[in-house]
């Protein structure tokens, strides 16, 4: 079924997304959307439904023909020291503020966001499988923090970053349990792990 273009057509609208929430290392990262009429659908999709390369090709469209767009990222630091729904709501914040074109309507992809200055805003979960500003804004998170945690791989490969990206696998697991955490991971989360001595 294709994606809502907007919400209202009254108002210039942000879509807005975070990846990362439920990694146990590496940032949260927030992206910020703004769409117009001419933005074509192509595969743009909730990222989770979208392989690696798909992704990839939709970025550079989503780069080039967005109204406008940014990123943002906050550290496992502040995740650790503002718990991670506050750290993804001011990921959102700060991808927000660095639009060019200040948004009338904020399209948030949840059920939660704290209010951004005096601009209205609207929780629809799950929408980035249903609003195209939503679904341009997962995408661009995902790839971006997707690459970051590529690039960490080369520095701390046990872990396999280059394909769990953070998250919790088995491969994740035993390397925690063998080496320990890095300044990468989330101290505050439930890191199941005995660092092995000889």
């Avoid at 940014?70 to 020291?81: G, M, T, Y």
């Avoid at 791989?153 to 697991?173: A, I, M, R, S, V």
């Avoid at 925690?176 to 989360?189: A, C, D, E, N, V």
Wanted: aromatic residues 10%; contains cysteine; proline residues 4%.
């Amino acid at each position: 079924m294709p994606l809502f273009k907007h919400f209202s057509k009254s108002f210039i609208e942000a879509g807005c997304d975070e990846v990362g929430r439920g990694c146990l290392s590496g940032p949260v990262v927030a992206a910020a959307v703004i769409i117009n009429k001419n933005f074509k659908q192509n595969l743009v999709n909730d990222s989770k439904m979208l392989n690696f390369k798909i992704r990839q090709s939709l970025d550079v469209y989503i780069r080039e023909n967005a109204v406008d767009f940014a990123i943002a990222e906050l550290s496992p630091a502040f995740i650790d020291q503002h718990n991670i729904l506050n750290a993804s709501i001011r990921a959102m914040h700060l991808a927000l503020d660095q639009l060019k074109n200040k948004p009338e309507l904020i399209l948030v992809d949840g059920n939660r966001f704290h209010p951004y200055n005096d601009t209205p805003h609207q929780c629809i979960i799950k929408g980035d499988g249903q609003y195209l500003s939503i679904a341009a804004a997962s995408v661009l998170a995902k790839n971006y923090r997707d690459n970051l945690m590529i690039k960490l791989h080369d520095e701390f490969p046990e872990y396999g970053w280059n394909t769990n990206f953070g998250y919790c696998t088995k491969l994740h697991q035993k390397a925690l349990k063998k080496y320990g955490p890095t300044i990468h991971h989330r101290q505050s989360f439930r890191l199941d792990y005995d660092v092995e001595t000889d």
